[in-house]
């Protein structure tokens, strides 16, 4: 046989002889990882448990328990694989995924940048799991803090992900932070309708609602002058600050002040315009001398006024006249030029 077929099998049998020596080291490996993983889960519930008895770490014990389990397994993982391969060093490992080099640095730098917001923004709590916030463009309730991103739920089912970078950095309106919140809205009533009543009567419909606060109480004020009515801003305050909540007081304060308005007698006046068709030529439009309506004063005697049946009476003798001057069965002749 050939020597090289002894050489490689020899080879083998080393390999095998030396993993079945190394069996126990693994089992001990397994069992010390696995030591690890049960520590790590227990480390991860005391902390919950610790920081769930104070509703404004809440959030902030989540997140480091996570951080803590994580750093829990990567120490069992690295302690088994010094118990597997003795030669091996946690160094190694950090030459080998090249952590020191500056392109993995800045690879991971808007990791380590959500990473860091997250943990300020645990600690700062500008808002928590639960609120209703605004950040740009989105609105909704917020599900869940992490340490790369925040998770928005919008008022119609859909997920946000929000990196915390931007969250720290950027304006966020919460607008459930305090337990009250105030709403309003504008109510346009006639010109001629007693400013003083309507006032009154808003007051009185929102005041008979349960859900409107007392305290602070409700105002109405006049805000503006329109072209058909006087805009009265009605305003009042709301528990708990939450939308749905909002979204119902608003309907219930709309149809009662509806309501009221109405069975006072006081008009809601809607848009009008007025149309003019002529430029002061009529008679029934005045002195002539003065200027009126953007066009200028006339100088001569103003026509009578006109009327639409007179104009088609007019319209319909005219044809009659111009069919009775034609001859039937005569056509006119065409013009010819004259003879030379």
Same mark, same amino acid.
């Given at each position: 046989?050939?020597?090289?077929?002894?050489?490689?099998?020899?080879?083998?049998?080393?390999?095998?002889?030396?993993?079945?020596?190394?069996?126990?080291?693994?089992?001990?490996? &397994? +069992?010390?990882?696995? =030591?690890?993983?049960? @520590?790590?889960? #227990? $480390?991860?519930?005391? /902390?919950?448990? *610790?920081?769930?008895?104070?509703?404004?770490?809440?959030?902030?014990? &989540? +997140?480091?328990?996570? =951080?803590?389990?994580? @750093?829990?397994? #990567? $120490?069992?993982?690295? /302690?088994?694989? *010094?118990?597997?391969?003795?030669?091996?060093?946690?160094?190694?490992? &950090?030459?080998?995924?090249? =952590?020191?080099?500056?392109?993995?640095?800045?690879?991971?730098?808007? /990791?380590?940048?959500?990473?860091?917001?997250?943990?300020?923004?645990?600690?700062?709590?500008?808002?928590?799991?639960?609120?209703?916030?605004?950040?740009?463009?989105?609105?909704?309730?917020?599900?869940?803090?992490?340490?790369?991103?925040?998770?928005?739920?919008?008022?119609?089912?859909?997920?946000?992900?929000?990196?915390?970078?931007?969250?720290?950095?950027?304006?966020?309106?919460?607008?459930?932070?305090?337990?009250?919140?105030?709403?309003?809205?504008?109510?346009?009533?006639?010109?001629?309708?007693?400013?003083?009543?309507?006032?009154?009567?808003?007051?009185?419909?929102?005041?008979?609602?349960?859900?409107?606060?007392?305290?602070?109480?409700?105002?109405?004020?006049?805000?503006?002058?329109?072209?058909?009515?006087?805009?009265?801003?009605?305003?009042?305050?709301?528990?708990?600050?939450?939308?749905?909540?909002?979204?119902?007081?608003?309907?219930?304060?709309?149809?009662?002040?509806?309501?009221?308005?109405?069975?006072?007698?006081?008009?809601?006046?809607?848009?009008?315009?007025?149309?003019?068709?002529?430029?002061?030529?009529?008679?029934?439009?005045?002195?002539?001398?003065?200027?009126?309506?953007?066009?200028?004063?006339?100088?001569?005697?103003?026509?009578?006024?006109?009327?639409?049946?007179?104009?088609?009476?007019?319209?319909?003798?005219?044809?009659?006249?111009?069919?009775?001057?034609?001859?039937?069965?005569?056509?006119?002749?065409?013009?010819?030029?004259?003879?030379?």
């Amino acid at each position: 046989m050939d020597r090289s077929w002894f050489d490689a099998a020899g080879l083998i049998g080393k390999l095998a002889s030396d993993a079945m020596g190394r069996l126990p080291y693994l089992f001990i490996a &397994v +069992v010390v990882f696995g =030591l690890f993983v049960v @520590l790590a889960r #227990l $480390l991860r519930r005391a /902390i919950r448990i *610790v920081s769930g008895r104070s509703r404004k770490h809440r959030n902030l014990g &989540v +997140v480091m328990g996570r =951080l803590a389990f994580g @750093l829990t397994i #990567l $120490l069992g993982l690295l /302690i088994s694989l *010094v118990i597997v391969i003795p030669g091996f060093t946690p160094g190694q490992l &950090v030459n080998l995924l090249g =952590l020191s080099s500056v392109a993995i640095g800045f690879a991971f730098r808007d /990791i380590l940048q959500n990473f860091l917001a997250g943990i300020l923004l645990l600690l700062t709590q500008p808002f928590r799991i639960g609120d209703q916030i605004i950040v740009g463009q989105y609105e909704g309730t917020v599900e869940e803090i992490e340490t790369r991103a925040t998770f928005l739920r919008t008022y119609d089912g859909r997920r946000i992900v929000i990196p915390n970078s931007k969250l720290f950095t950027e304006s966020v309106t919460v607008n459930t932070a305090n337990e009250a919140r105030r709403m309003q809205c504008d109510v346009g009533i006639g010109n001629g309708d007693d400013i003083a009543t309507a006032k009154r009567v808003m007051l009185e419909a929102v005041a008979a609602l349960p859900e409107a606060l007392t305290d602070p109480p409700p105002d109405a004020i006049v805000v503006g002058l329109g072209e058909s009515a006087v805009h009265v801003r009605l305003r009042w305050w709301v528990h708990p600050p939450r939308q749905m909540e909002l979204l119902t007081v608003q309907d219930q304060v709309l149809e009662a002040i509806k309501k009221a308005l109405t069975a006072e007698g006081i008009d809601l006046p809607y848009p009008t315009r007025q149309i003019l068709f002529h430029d002061q030529t009529e008679e029934t439009d005045g002195d002539r001398s003065r200027q009126r309506e953007g066009w200028p004063a006339g100088r001569k005697a103003p026509p009578s006024s006109a009327r639409l049946s007179q104009a088609v009476a007019a319209l319909k003798t005219s044809r009659e006249d111009e069919a009775g001057t034609k001859k039937p069965g005569v056509a006119s002749a065409p013009n010819r030029p004259p003879s030379a």
